[in-house]
């Protein structure tokens, strides 16, 4: 298992730190969502983005032990630049004695999991698309993390004028 990052509890509820990936290396922050449905996540999980504000880059969930002695915190990285999803847990750093510190630790994925699909097709059972995502103003991560745009024609060729010379 491979500590792909460190993160420490807040008083806040936040969990604030770095992560060090291969498509990522930078600051991230664990913000609670405060969804109580079983299947909700617990924590929305940004990065800092190349153009200057958080991007969303995972969810994690608290979850009851195996052997049911207490919880721990399951973690999934999912964003455009990662090939497949990234899962992990939250555990005890090394040599770490600070219990509010804690080490992103990876989960290689099982081979034999079932990912759905035909033929381990993730996009198989999609069907049609989602519509796009629009910011709530009233929501507090939207307000948080806006949905990030592409900056308009990123310097190429400017549009013609609306003028009487630029119809034809």
Partial sequence: MATIGTVTRRSDATYAGTLQLKSYTGKTLFRPTGATGDKAPAYRIYGAGDHGGPFEMGAAWIKMRTDGQGTYVSVKLDYPELPAPIYATLGRAADQDDDDVFAVIWNRPDPNRVTGGIAGDPFAGLGGMAAPATPDPLDPID????????????????????????RA
Wanted: aromatic residues 0%; glycine residues 8%; proline residues 12%.
């Fill in 143 to 166: 307000a948080m993390a806006p949905i990030e745009t592409p900056k308009a024609r990123r310097g190429k060729l400017a549009p013609v004028e609306d003028s009487e010379e630029g």
